[in-house]
């Protein structure tokens, strides 16, 4: 029984949520092997190579994932699948994009959003936005799994000592191409990676409030920006800072809230972080019940006093 672990990197290093992954593989049993499919990418295989609990990287080197297109990366998986029990990916943009091409092409049922392994064929997952968790075990020969990442600690960056294989490179599927990307710049850390995350809610009225008042919280903290949904949806800030059901899960060790009143949408995508500071004028909003510190106040006033507080 051998788990391969479909890496997300940037063709030079490994991006965090694949050492998340590798946990969750190594709890499936067997070997783990990692795919670095990309172009130039063998520092990012190396990186992988020194995952701990990885037993071997498979390099596939191509033109053809130089923008890590589904089609081709999905290829590339199932040129090789059929020697491995377990495919995982992060449940991130990237994994949803091609998990489920696998799963079909494989005929087999994708077991999403896995949050625990309890054994090689049985997986716990969170449903009904995370209100109770599924017991699901699968007979299927292959199974297709993505992992999301907070359920798991990451695996040690360093230690382990992989040796890198090349592989046969799928060819161009030829069904999509890159045209050019549009990449926000950010000096943050990543939302679903940072250690603290402060966000902000509806109740902060404009774009430019949600600026004023939550960007120099960030700053003092070090922390990530993110939103409700009713934020995002009113403008206030742009989509890939939402945190919720439809937005990003994260699990900092820290999160504010300021002004968001903690609909079930929003609580799927923050309440496993270890800390939750909670800031609402409405002393019955939801997001106290699952706050560990709750103030009621207007936020116009204890954000701007918080901070100079620091």
């Known amino acids: 029984m051998t788990t391969l672990v479909i890496a997300e990197h940037d063709n030079a290093s490994i991006k965090s949520a694949t050492l998340n992954t590798v946990t969750a593989a190594v709890a499936c049993g067997g070997d783990v092997h990692v795919l670095v499919a990309g172009h130039n990418a063998q520092a990012a295989a190396e990186a992988a190579s020194k995952v701990a609990g990885v037993a071997k990287v498979l390099l596939a080197d191509s033109e053809a994932f130089g923008h890590s297109l589904a089609e081709n990366v999905a290829a590339q998986v199932l040129a090789i699948a059929g020697d491995y029990s377990h495919i995982l990916f992060p449940a991130t943009a990237s994994g ?91 000096d943050r850390p990543e939302l679903t990676a940072a250690k603290i995350v402060v966000s902000g809610g509806r109740a902060l009225g404009s774009a430019e409030k949600f600026q004023e008042v939550m960007t120099p919280l960030a700053d003092k903290l070090g922390a990530a920006i993110g939103a409700s949904r009713a934020a995002v949806d009113a403008g206030y800030a742009p989509n890939d800072l939402q945190v919720g059901q439809t937005g990003k899960i994260v699990a900092p060790q820290l999160y504010v809230a300021a002004g968001i009143s903690g609909a079930i949408q929003h609580l799927a995508g923050m309440k496993d972080s270890k800390v939750i500071v909670a800031i609402n004028k409405d002393e019955e909003a939801p997001i106290f019940s699952v706050a560990d510190y709750g103030l009621v106040a207007d936020l116009f006033t204890a954000v701007p006093e918080l901070e100079k507080a620091l």
């Open 96 to 186: 949803k994009n091609v998990a489920p091409r696998v799963a079909a092409k494989l005929d087999v049922a994708q077991i999403s959003d896995i949050i625990k392994v309890d054994s090689p064929d049985t997986f716990e997952r969170p449903i009904y936005a995370g209100n109770a968790i599924a017991t699901v075990q699968s007979a299927d020969k292959v199974k297709v799994i993505t992992v999301r990442t907070t359920g798991f600690d990451a695996a040690a960056a360093t230690g382990g000592s992989a040796s890198v294989e090349s592989v046969a490179a799928a060819a161009d599927a030829g069904k999509s191409s890159f045209v050019k990307a549009e990449l926000a710049k950010n």
